[in-house]
């Protein structure tokens, strides 16, 4: 489980094609510029769960801080982690643990699928992303609820019957790689967890949802 905060942007050191699978290796070293441990401890342990651009991967292999995650093929047709170029830099979120505050809301990382970026751009103070997320994905989701975006949690500030959008702080842009993202890229989506449990309640009660104007 996690909460969509960030810790932060780690580059894609390489990439290997294995039998039936794809590994990827990512440098966990930046996070130690806002870890609060001893700087010898290790950032992961092998079987760790972390989440990569929202989606929960396992620590197959370590090399000092370069961690090597293999992603199967259901994985990399659900997500825009087969996309990844080496040097990319990704979103980059540990496990929570039983008793950690949870600044963002909870996060499973298991990615839905993907929606492609329509907007992109400058607002004055803030970065206004809005994303192409299909009908079905913004029907389950709430505006002014939770959204999870490339692993980051956010507020939803703009919600279409195909559209999500979200207002980007500078915090944000500075700890997450959302302000690189550009009109026609994909990001990996994940909708509110609990909101999600409440429609599949509801409606396996024989009752309808109807969305707010």
């Not at 994985?75 to 600044?103: C, Q």
């Not at 206004?128 to 989701?141: E, I, P």
Request: a negative charge; one cysteine or more.
């Amino acid at each position: 489980m996690f909460t969509g905060i960030i810790e932060n942007p780690c580059p894609l050191v390489e990439t290997r094609e294995l039998e039936g699978r794809r590994r990827l290796i990512v440098d966990l070293a930046p996070i130690r510029a806002y870890d609060a441990g001893p700087a010898e401890r290790p950032l992961a342990a092998l079987g760790d769960s972390i989440a990569i651009n929202g989606c929960c991967l396992t620590v197959v292999a370590l090399t000092g801080d370069q961690a090597s995650f293999d992603v199967i093929p259901e994985t990399l047709e659900l997500t825009s982690l087969g996309g990844l170029k080496v040097g990319t830099r990704v979103n980059v979120e540990r496990a929570m643990a039983f008793g950690d505050r949870i600044d963002g809301h909870l996060v499973q990382g298991h990615i839905e699928g993907t929606g492609t970026v329509i907007v992109s751009e400058d607002q004055g103070g803030q970065w206004w992303l809005s994303v192409d997320c299909g009908k079905d994905f913004a029907a389950r989701t709430l505006h002014k609820g939770s959204v999870t975006l490339d692993g980051v949690s956010l507020t939803v500030a703009e919600l279409t019957a195909d559209s999500v959008a979200v207002a980007l702080v500078p915090h944000t842009l500075e700890r997450t790689v959302l302000g690189e993202r550009r009109v026609g890229d994909r990001v990996n989506l994940e909708a509110d967890l609990i909101g999600g449990w409440v429609r599949r309640t509801v409606e396996g009660m024989g009752l309808e949802i109807r969305r707010g104007t």
